[in-house]
């Protein structure tokens, strides 16, 4: 069916989805994903953005090698490591916050090394404790955490800021990016939130609604340290009138 | 608390005790008299190890063998299909007909006995397994499978974890049961062990023995409970007593 096959490790990742359907509740056969085709370069934040329920989480579990019943082909680098930030935290109850990042972290990853990130992501006084002793934006970021741990050659976000007060999604939006520089990494991170898109994505991705497929990929050139609330503002009143459809709603 | 309702406890016995005076209702002292001098004298703690020991085996046969197959069916619904008009039956079959077809079938051995207790234990444990392994969380398994945790690293902090608490069900409510069947299989057809000994005194009507028996096999039922069972669930659910 579908052939993954490796890249080198610096090359960049494309994915292409001929075919991917589900079959729904009622037992017929409803397509998620059709003919979409995507490059990310790597070291780059790529942001897929599109309407809720139109394939995104789908892709993206595609592209985690969680899901193999698609047609299509995924080159990615051989033996790529793979951080994963899920909705959810997914955090695991039974073992504190240290050791749910210890279990997936790099073997090269010191316990100095966590130190420096639980501290960078503030949530360094919580290492002994439980997650379930958390808030959820703390457990969202002892999530991301993790992710960054594994030292991935690849990092999915998947709606990582969502359901969250929009004071803490935009002091984690920024936490991201903190880390996301000071540790290079080719990231794809899925939103339907327009101005958390522009404000991360080096190349943003507009979705159609499902069967998706690639509407168009909008580089921004402007280093996201620069980009202020006017400069989304400004990227946004533009894409406004570029693509209605998708911004829109936003 | 618990000290409190069990002195409560041996107050009213040894109120009935003293208004009966009678040879069916001794009281607690003289229990107490019997119990002593049988452990130091006579074969009651030997008794009991004997006990204890076709409860152990038992037990850890029936837990092994219950949660196998009661992980695998909760996992595969052909399996659970194929095995559940099966485990119905064993479920509802009486503990005293497996009792004697397995002496009947296997003889008069240790074997048998101990296989006839766990064969009534199985069921219980296959179904609270079963539950267990419907409920594994999904979300847990995709973060398991993105990280490429190995298998032994995912039965370790993820799957066994999400179980714990269905082995405790299953544990708890399998030693009670095998408590009471294993007397049974003992009285039936082992020439040892607290329910030959039961069976015994009451063939010569001796009621001190009887109560003697049992205040003993309750205390190392009540000690196991508090020293092991307990302690042990305190310490594997420590991460749940947190407050949020």
Redesign the interface.
């Not at chain 1, 490591?81 to 994963?84: E, K, L, M, P, S």
């Not at chain 1, 695991?92 to 073992?95: F, I, K, V, Y």
């Not at chain 2, 499978?145 to 945790?149: G, K, T």
């Given at each position: 069916m579908n052939d993954v096959r490796p890249a080198g490790a610096t090359s960049q990742f494309e994915i292409h989805v001929l075919e991917k359907t589900y079959v729904g509740s009622d037992g017929t056969l409803v397509p998620a994903i059709r003919d979409l085709v995507l490059e990310v370069q790597p070291q780059s934040m790529t942001v897929l953005m599109g309407p809720s329920g139109c394939g995104k989480t789908t892709l993206l579990?595609i592209v985690?090698?969680?899901d193999d019943r698609f047609t299509g082909e995924l080159r990615v680098p051989e033996n790529a490591?793979?951080?994963?930030v899920?909705q959810?935290p997914?955090l695991?109850?039974?073992?504190t916050v240290r050791q749910n990042i210890e279990?997936?972290a790099d073997e090269y990853f010191s316990s100095a090394d966590l130190d420096r990130l639980a501290a960078s992501v503030g949530i360094a006084d919580m290492l002994p404790?439980?997650p379930?002793?958390l808030s959820l934006g703390l457990a969202r970021r002892v999530a991301l955490a993790r992710a960054f741990a594994?030292r991935p050659d690849l990092l999915?976000l998947d709606e990582p800021f969502v359901s969250l007060d929009e004071r803490t999604a935009d002091r984690l939006r920024h936490l991201l990016l903190e880390v996301w520089s000071s540790q290079p990494t080719t990231a794809i991170l899925v939103t339907h939130n327009p101005r958390e898109a522009i404000l991360l994505a080096d190349q943003l991705v507009l979705l159609a609604p499902r069967p998706t497929h690639v509407v168009a990929a909008v580089p921004i050139e402007i280093p996201q340290g620069d980009r202020d609330s006017a400069a989304v503002e400004a990227i946004y009143a533009d894409l406004l009138t570029r693509y209605p459809a998708n911004f829109a709603t936003g | 608390m618990s000290v409190i309702s069990v002195a409560g406890f041996l107050l009213v016995w040894l109120i009935a005790a003293e208004v009966a005076q009678s040879r069916v209702l001794p009281g607690p002292a003289e229990v107490l008299r019997y119990v002593v001098d049988e452990a130091l004298h006579g074969d009651l703690l030997a008794e009991l190890g004997i006990t204890l020991w076709r409860v152990v085996a038992s037990f850890v046969v029936a837990m092994a063998i219950g949660s196998v197959i009661g992980l695998a069916m909760g996992q595969s619904p052909a399996l659970d299909r194929a095995l559940d008009p099966w485990l119905i039956v064993l479920l509802n079959l009486p503990a005293l007909v497996i009792i004697i077809l397995a002496y009947v079938w296997f003889g008069l051995n240790e074997a048998a006995a101990i296989g006839a207790v766990a064969l009534n234990k199985i069921p219980n444990a296959i179904v609270t397994l079963r539950e267990g392994a419907r409920a594994l969380d999904p979300?847990?398994d995709?973060?398991a499978?993105?990280?490429?945790?190995s298998p032994w690293?995912k039965l370790r902090?993820?799957t066994l974890?999400q179980l714990?608490p269905y082995f405790a069900a299953a544990s708890r409510s399998g030693i009670s049961l095998i408590w009471k069947i294993v007397l049974v299989v003992e009285l039936l057809g082992r020439p040892n062990g607290v329910g030959f000994e039961l069976h015994l005194n009451f063939q010569l009507f001796n009621v001190t023995a009887i109560l003697g028996y049992t205040v003993a096999f309750v205390t190392v039922m009540l000690a196991i409970e508090y020293l092991l069972v307990q302690p042990l669930e305190r310490r594997t659910t420590r991460?749940?007593n947190?407050?949020?």
């Open positions: 579990r985690a090698g969680l490591r793979i951080g994963v899920f959810e997914r695991l109850p039974w073992r279990l997936v404790r439980f379930q002793e594994t999915l | 979300g847990l995709e973060m499978r993105a990280y490429r945790l690293s902090n993820v974890p714990q991460w749940r947190k407050p949020v």
